[in-house]
């Protein structure tokens, strides 16, 4: 079956950096779109980034541009969340996801697969 294992997680002052790995198996990595999301206490489970089968297309959500770079190694069936100057507000568990599909997909509805989650905790 499809599993989704993230980790790399953990607490980490203001301004900090953490690097979020999510590693796959149970499909053909290379022909599904990935994701990460996130959920805060309390709020709904929110797009953070995605990229496209090959690599060569990402998008993110406005608050993490140019602070959030994600990609992927489709040799090693695994996807990346590097995270910089991060802010108490990013503090959440964050969660990938895989979707069969050869584009960018930003809409958690399309996700078919989900991992556990890692949690992330940014202090001030």
């Known amino acids: 079956q499809v599993q989704l294992v993230e980790s790399g997680g953990g607490l980490v002052q203001a301004g900090g950096s953490l690097r979020l790995s999510c590693a796959a198996s149970?499909?053909?990595?290379?022909?599904?779109?990935m994701g990460w999301f996130r959920q805060a206490p309390g709020k709904e489970r929110e797009f953070v980034a995605a990229?496209?089968?090959?690599?060569?297309?990402?998008d993110y959500t406005d608050s993490v541009k140019g602070r959030f770079a994600i990609s992927r190694d489709n040799a090693q069936d695994t996807v990346y969340l590097q995270m910089n100057t991060l802010k108490p507000e990013d503090t959440a568990v964050y969660y990938c996801?895989?979707?069969?599909?050869?584009?960018?997909?930003?809409?958690?509805?399309?996700?078919?697969?989900w991992g556990q989650g890692t949690q992330v905790t940014v202090s001030s």
């Open positions: 996801a895989a979707e069969r599909n050869s584009g960018v997909v930003t809409r958690l509805e399309e996700y078919d697969f």
């Open positions: 149970g499909l053909i990595f290379r022909r599904y779109a």
């Open positions: 990229v496209n089968y090959s690599g060569t297309t990402t």
